[in-house]
């Protein structure tokens, strides 16, 4: 079984000189993100699996991929405690 996450359909992101902000619209909070999680976030337009989006940050950064799945998992941690993403196993 594989776990797919995308964003909020309520999410909007604006990138502004290498970082990001974030609004919820239903909850109307802000959120400030790093070019990184910017990057994931993009990925997460479709419904992507870990794997899927540990690629989207090794394509973009000269990173290895132990490192991208490190952040991948801790960005995704965070974006779920404020109710950011939908997840749905498959």
Do not use: W
Not at 20 to 39: A, D, I, K, P
């Amino acid at each position: 079984m594989t776990m797919l996450y995308s964003r909020h359909p309520d999410l909007r992101v604006t990138a502004v000189d290498g970082e990001g902000v974030v609004l919820h619209l239903g909850s109307r909070q802000y959120f400030s993100v790093n070019e990184t999680g910017v990057t994931i976030l993009d990925a997460l337009k479709q419904p992507s699996s870990i794997a899927e989006l540990v690629v989207a940050v090794t394509d973009h950064y000269d990173v290895s991929a132990d490192a991208a799945e490190q952040s991948v998992r801790r960005f995704l941690a965070l974006c779920n405690e404020s109710k950011l993403l939908h997840v749905e196993e498959r």
